[in-house]
């Protein structure tokens, strides 16, 4: 599948916004903190991966009920869902200068992705933050994708192409309506 950016500027994708608040204090400090032990743009857009994939709970797999969207309370509250992960793993990267977008997957639901690209690299490469557990592995790889789900047509599931900048208005409204996760898995949107 060929990605496509939203916008041809590639500084958009070094942008903060409200939802991807790479100037937060918290989130600058997590970043230098996770690139302490990184020498290069590969290593620290893995550390970055790794420490959104699995030190920060999807919440339905712990019945957490809180709904984060802003990337700074995803790293405050260590809680968040597929979509408020990839905000934060985007705001990561872009804290130290990496250009990272979102992008989408539709199930039941719409499913959150980042997609990033690295310094002399003529593609974008997806990732899914989302957090391993059984039946799931997703993994940090630029040779090919391993992502948490694979989309399958038949059932009218499908990956959306498009780079985003920001998030997409439709989510973005979602998380910060919800009043909690049961809430927000009824609002959540079928389709971008």
């Excluded at 290593?43 to 009920?65: E, L, M, N, Q, W």
């Excluded at 948490?148 to 498009?162: G, Q, S, T």
């Amino acid at each position: 599948m060929e990605l496509i950016q939203n916008t041809l500027d590639i500084s958009a994708y070094l942008a903060a916004c409200e939802a991807i608040d790479h100037g937060h204090p918290l989130v600058r400090s997590t970043a230098a903190t996770l690139a302490a032990d990184a020498p290069d743009a590969y290593t620290y857009a893995k550390a970055a991966f790794t420490f959104v994939r699995d030190a920060i709970p999807h919440s339905a797999d712990t019945g957490d009920p809180r709904v984060t969207w802003r990337a700074s309370d995803v790293l405050a509250q260590r809680t968040g869902i597929c979509c408020a992960k990839a905000h934060a793993l985007v705001a990561l990267l872009r804290a130290r200068g990496i250009p990272a977008a979102l992008c989408y997957q539709k199930f039941d639901v719409i499913h959150g992705l980042v997609a990033l690209r690295l310094p002399g690299a003529h593609r974008w490469v997806r990732q899914d933050p989302r957090g391993n557990k059984p039946g799931i592995d997703a993994q940090f790889r630029l040779d090919r994708e391993q992502l948490a789900f694979l989309v399958r047509p038949e059932c009218n599931e499908l990956d959306y192409p498009v780079l985003f900048a920001e998030p997409h208005p439709a989510v973005l409204q979602c998380l910060r309506e919800a009043v909690d996760r049961p809430h927000l898995w009824q609002t959540l949107p079928t389709e971008l």
